[in-house]
């Protein structure tokens, strides 16, 4: 996940918590480190989310769903041409370069590790991240349907597409390798493209 342009204390707060989430999972995003990372005053945190800890969480994940779903539209703008195989290839690749480059395996989606770890017990939680992942499906199914997939399909088509990379990703970080995600490719590739009318 590359970092986003953040212009106040509060966006500081909301992505340095998105960041933690993707290393330590709820338990690991504390507050203060949180606010260190983002070089907002301490204070701050009280400011602006008086829900504690939970709301930072809460609005971290909503972060991460909205990010992931704006990616979409980049991946497919740099398609040429746009194909179903072309955009999960690029969804994938992002987190390949970033476990072979300097970062290693050390983080993961923030959407799921919230999810892992507070789905059952933080109501709240668990609903921010149904939205992120939502909206992250929603951009997927859209992308799809622009390319000829049958409407009836992109949103099972956006489904199969996240699962199967979030599943890579665990697998991925387990081995500490990233050959989970070019199986991934390489064999969901195919099944993605007979959807579209060229794969006919």
């Keep these: 996940?590359?970092?986003?342009?953040?212009?106040?204390?509060?966006?500081?707060?909301?992505?340095?918590?998105?960041?933690?989430?993707?290393?330590?999972?709820?338990?690991?995003?504390?507050?203060?480190?949180?606010?260190?990372?983002?070089?907002?005053?301490?204070?701050?945190l009280q400011h602006y989310f008086p829900g504690g800890k939970e709301q930072l969480v809460n609005e971290a994940v909503d972060w991460a769903g909205r990010y992931a779903a704006r990616r979409v539209d980049r991946f497919v703008a740099a398609l040429d041409p746009p194909s179903p195989s072309g955009l999960f290839t690029a969804m994938v690749r992002q987190w390949t370069e970033e476990y072979e480059g300097e970062a290693g395996f050390a983080a993961g989606?923030?959407?799921?590790?919230?999810?892992?770890?507070?789905?059952?017990?933080?109501?709240?939680?668990r609903t921010?991240?149904?939205?992120?992942?939502?909206?992250?499906?929603?951009?997927?199914?859209?992308?799809?349907?622009?390319?000829?997939?049958?409407?009836?399909?992109?949103?099972?088509?956006?489904?199969?597409?996240?699962?199967?990379?979030?599943?890579?990703?665990?697998?991925?970080?387990?081995?500490?390798?990233?050959?989970?995600?070019?199986?991934a490719v390489r064999e969901l590739g195919p099944l993605l493209d007979a959807a579209a009318p060229s794969g006919d």
């Design 109 to 125: 989606c923030p959407v799921a590790a919230a999810t892992v770890d507070s789905a059952e017990s933080v109501a709240s939680t």
């Design 1 to 44: 996940m590359v970092a986003e342009p953040v212009r106040g204390p509060r966006e500081r707060l909301v992505f340095s918590a998105a960041q933690l989430l993707r290393r330590g999972g709820v338990a690991g995003t504390g507050m203060r480190e949180a606010a260190a990372r983002a070089e907002a005053p301490r204070g701050s």
């Design 128 to 183: 921010a991240a149904a939205r992120a992942f939502d909206g992250w499906r929603a951009a997927v199914a859209e992308a799809l349907g622009a390319m000829g997939v049958p409407e009836a399909r992109t949103h099972a088509l956006a489904t199969l597409m996240i699962s199967t990379l979030e599943g890579a990703l665990l697998l991925a970080r387990a081995t500490r390798d990233v050959e989970p995600l070019r199986d």
